[in-house]
């Protein structure tokens, strides 16, 4: 009896808890989707360690003021992806969530990562009704639980202006922000927290130790703000260095491994072989130069070489080798400047070209005033009489008149180092090269002016050098064109690459980062320019830029290089940053509204501002017309909190140095934001590629962009004046740096001008559906062909033989800023051409 009263209890439960069931069901609907993951661990292992719930946009939870949540989801049906369009493998898995029939579309979802491992989630798409889908783009690391002690928030792909954010999703935003920005609490970082914060570059050497001084913070030394790190115990630890989501994806890292294993095993193998020969590790003659290059058969990798090989690489980067050291070559390709026409360097159309359409040409400028003045009131010592008789029949004063006469001036910020600079072997000057507008739009030498300190302060030692046709006055001009290439060089790497795009964006992306929503429309917008920025900047601190670091060893200016790079920022302006506002202060532009931008150029062969203008025009277009979609008035954007804040910690924080100038816009205007973001943009995309992607091609030719000198030019009645007469050729050699430190000087430039297969181009994005919003998607797709158009317009300029800049005697066509990506192989290298839409190496 007692045991059938229990069947009958058990049944009646049964079916009570199936009409609830029942019920249930009628009042509640599946929404189903599909999530894909990378790097995670075998897919049988993930199963319900992954929990996901959904967020409602519509539907707010009383008892939390957050979107209702859906039922619990776990991952099913996994299968492996071999390629997805951003070129990574991983599992896409199916989800189902139950959902109350009044539960609406999902606005945000949360995940639980129970696993003991990490893994990278790439997106989620959920299917909600027949026609509309809802899209979440992630592109992040997901860590354990148990480490981060949280779960995980993603907002979908749709847009909001705060004011705009529905109720349900409002407390979602302030909190993820706040999680993003931290508490300021002090402690150890790990691998898996996500707080960005700012810090001064305080990690490039040992300040108590009189090492390097702290770079930001001071009047003294001022510096854009870099992202807050960890050094433990003097050991830098990447991973603890910068956010789990500014980190190159695992791909992209063994990838930069087999770039660093390559420019290495170049390196020592230029070293072995003179240490073979029992050479001194001067060059002797030019073709010991060329050798360093691979002819049409490359040498083939020996057992010595790779044995040298370990010795210079960690045992991690090592590793990498036993997977394919036969795909690896054993000498440096042929720059395209050596294979074009070996001998460019020494003609002076290709010096002048190299400053309209080099790496470094954003620095030419038209001259203002004759003769030119320091800033501490001293006179060149270039005279009327050096140059007027080299002036294609005009006066000096005709030639200004006409703006014909151009300056590349390197003379007064390096005035105050040349004494720190001058040591250890180093000789170095101070110039301004002054040059002539042709009718054909070259430009052509006039005179090189060299500079030393004085005995007494204030005073200037000058020696002016001009063109030569043939014996020792053309010998002299070649070695002062030398020097002017140096300090080039140096003023390259160190301001126009360094300084002025990876130390100046590093601010505006922690900045977006903490006062950004994700679902802000700028932080969609801007997200594809900070891509991989971060982690490569963080690569540079520790390698390139520390004490001792690989620019110390090869620049011209040592242990002096931070310090000058500081000295310059003060200079720098954000206003001025544009490429309108550029060209125009450098007198190579003229306020013209009805032209290009409102500027026209001073002439049309200009092939950096020719080509940049049609890019930045595009670029301004699409950001106009993207900002005035979100912001309907001036009034929207003023009561934008989260942009208001981001402004105001660009300005306040990051670069703090610079927070009382007058010339930082007011962000009261969608102009004023229009005109920021374009200028970041181009920053991010363009003028990187510009100063970084063609390095190889034109300063892997040792010869024609030198980075230091050994010897200052020979008096005459000297001795060395007497080795110079002797044997120009020998004293030239003995000028450049020494074989260590070209070849390691190439090894960098090997690495920093390739582009690796996971780039992400500008007018592109790593997926279709990152943003939710029709029009939008439409207008980029607009504004990408508009960029293919500029692309044709290069085309051409490049095959027109009236515009002699666009080639010159070195036949390089400008491509630097050829917008293209149609010819661009996945992991091709080092192409000189293509624009990434961020600063990515």
Same mark, same amino acid.
């Given at each position: ?5 229990? !069947? ?6 049964? *079916? +009570? ?13 599946? !929404? ?29 939870? #009383? ?18 992806? %071999? ?6 493998? *991983? ?43 809802? %899209? ?36 979602? &935003? ?18 898996? %927290? ?31 703000? &870099? ?6 115990? $003097? ?8 956010? #789990? ?49 691979? $002819? ?24 990498? /080798? ?91 910020? =390096? ?36 500079? =030393? #300190? ?11 050098? &001009? ?75 520790? /390698?390139?830029?520390? @004490? ?19 000295? =310059? ?9 544009? =490429? ?6 450098? $007198? ?79 962000? /009261? ?29 034109? @300063? ?16 005459? *009645? ?9 044997? #120009? ?25 390739? %582009? ?53 005697? +070195? ?27 961020? !600063?990515?190496?």
């Amino acid at each position: 009896m007692e045991h059938s009263r229990i !069947i009958d209890c058990l049944n009646v439960f049964q *079916g +009570s808890v199936k009409a609830q069931l029942a019920e249930s069901k009628k009042h509640s609907e599946s !929404i189903k989707g599909e999530i894909i993951i990378q790097h995670c661990p075998a897919k049988s292992s993930l199963g319900k360690a992954i929990r996901i719930k959904l967020y409602s946009l519509s539907k707010i939870d #009383p008892s939390t003021g957050k979107g209702k949540l859906s039922q619990e989801a776990h991952l099913n049906n996994g299968k492996r992806i %071999h390629k997805k369009p951003n070129g990574n493998r *991983g599992f896409q898995y199916e989800l189902t969530f139950e959902v109350d029939r009044d539960f609406g579309l999902p606005g945000a979802f949360v995940i639980w990562n129970q696993h003991k491992h990490k893994f990278f989630l790439q997106s989620m798409s959920l299917q909600v009704t027949f026609r509309q889908m809802v %899209h979440f783009e992630c592109k992040s690391w997901i860590y354990p639980n148990h480490l981060t002690q949280k779960a995980r928030i993603f907002f979908s792909n749709t847009c909001y202006l705060p004011s705009q954010t529905p109720n349900s999703l409002l407390q979602l &935003r302030k909190q993820e922000l706040d999680t993003l920005r931290g508490d300021g609490t002090p402690g150890r970082t790990r691998e898996w %927290h996500r707080v960005y914060d700012y810090d001064f570059y305080n990690d490039l050497g040992d300040p108590q130790r009189g090492e390097r001084p702290v770079l930001g913070g001071s009047v003294s030394y001022p510096y854009p703000r &870099r992202g807050k790190t960890e050094n433990e115990k $003097g050991m830098f630890k990447i991973d603890n260095c910068i956010p #789990p989501d500014e980190r190159f994806s695992p791909e992209k890292l063994s990838e930069f491994a087999k770039k660093v294993i390559q420019a290495t095993l170049h390196y020592v193998v230029s070293q072995g072989e003179s240490v073979l020969r029992e050479e001194t590790n001067q060059f002797k003659s030019f073709n010991e130069i060329k050798e360093l290059f691979s $002819g049409k058969k490359n040498q083939v990798v020996q057992e010595w070489m790779i044995r040298k090989l370990e010795t210079h690489l960690a045992k991690e980067i090592f590793k990498e /080798t036993e997977r394919g050291i036969k795909d690896y070559t054993a000498k440096f390709p042929m720059p395209q400047l050596f294979a074009g026409n070996e001998l460019a360097w020494k003609d002076d159309k290709e010096f002048g070209r190299q400053m309209l359409a080099g790496i470094n040409a954003t620095l030419i400028q038209c001259l203002q005033a004759f003769p030119p003045r320091s800033k501490n009131g001293i006179w060149s010592s270039i005279r009327r009489s050096h140059i007027e008789h080299n002036l294609d029949g005009l006066t000096l004063q005709e030639a200004m008149n006409q703006w014909r006469i151009f300056i590349l001036d390197h003379h007064d910020y =390096l005035m105050p180092f040349l004494g720190q600079i001058n040591k250890n072997g180093v000789c170095a000057y101070a110039s301004r090269t002054l040059l002539f507008l042709k009718d054909d739009a070259t430009l052509k030498p006039l005179a090189i002016e060299l500079s =030393l #300190p004085g005995l007494s302060p204030g005073t200037e030692i000058h020696r002016v050098f &001009r063109p030569g046709t043939n014996g020792s006055e053309a010998a002299l001009w070649q070695l002062a064109k030398v020097h002017v290439a140096v300090n080039d060089s140096g003023y390259h790497q160190l301001i126009s690459h360094w300084l002025k795009t990876h130390a100046v964006v590093e601010p505006f992306i922690i900045a977006t980062r903490r006062q950004l929503s994700v679902m802000h429309p700028i932080h969609r917008l801007l997200d594809p320019h900070f891509k991989d920025t971060m982690h490569t900047n963080a690569l540079a601190r520790i /390698t390139v830029l520390k @004490a001792g670091g690989i620019f110390e060893k090869t620049l011209y200016s040592g242990e002096a290089s931070m310090e000058l790079s500081s000295s =310059l920022y003060k200079e720098w302006r954000f206003d001025e940053q544009s =490429l309108p506002g550029d060209l125009v202060k450098r $007198g190579l532009a003229f306020q013209n509204s009805e032209c290009l931008a409102g500027i026209q150029l001073l002439f049309e062969d200009y092939p950096y501002g020719a080509d940049g203008l049609e890019i930045w025009v595009a670029t301004k277009r699409w950001v106009t017309d993207f900002c005035r979609y979100f912001y309907k008035d001036d009034n929207s954007l003023r009561s934008d909190h989260e942009i208001q804040e981001w402004w105001s910690e660009i300005r306040k924080i990051g670069h703090g140095d610079k927070c009382n100038e007058t010339w930082w816009s007011s962000m /009261t205007t969608v102009s004023d934001l229009v005109e920021a973001l374009t200028t970041l943009i181009w920053i991010s995309s363009c003028l990187h590629a510009s100063v970084n992607f063609g390095q190889y091609e034109y @300063a892997g030719h040792p010869l024609n962009r030198p980075t230091k000198c050994r010897n200052f030019i020979a008096m005459e *009645g000297t001795r060395e004046y007497a080795e110079f007469l002797h044997d #120009p050729d020998k004293f030239f050699l003995k000028m450049l740096p020494n074989r260590s430190e070209i070849t390691l000087y190439l090894a960098l430039l090997e690495i920093l001008s390739a %582009h690796t297969s996971d780039e992400v181009y500008l007018g592109q994005r790593q997926s279709p559906n990152w943003i939710d919003d029709v029009w939008v998607k439409q207008r980029f797709e607009q504004f990408a062909e508009e960029l293919n158009e500029v692309h044709k317009r290069i085309v051409e300029r490049n095959a027109d033989s009236k515009l002699k800049n666009r080639r010159g005697p +070195s036949t390089i066509p400008y491509k630097l800023l050829d917008p293209t990506v149609s010819n661009i192989k996945s992991g091709q290298g080092i192409t000189a051409i293509g624009i990434p839409n961020s !600063i990515s190496m």
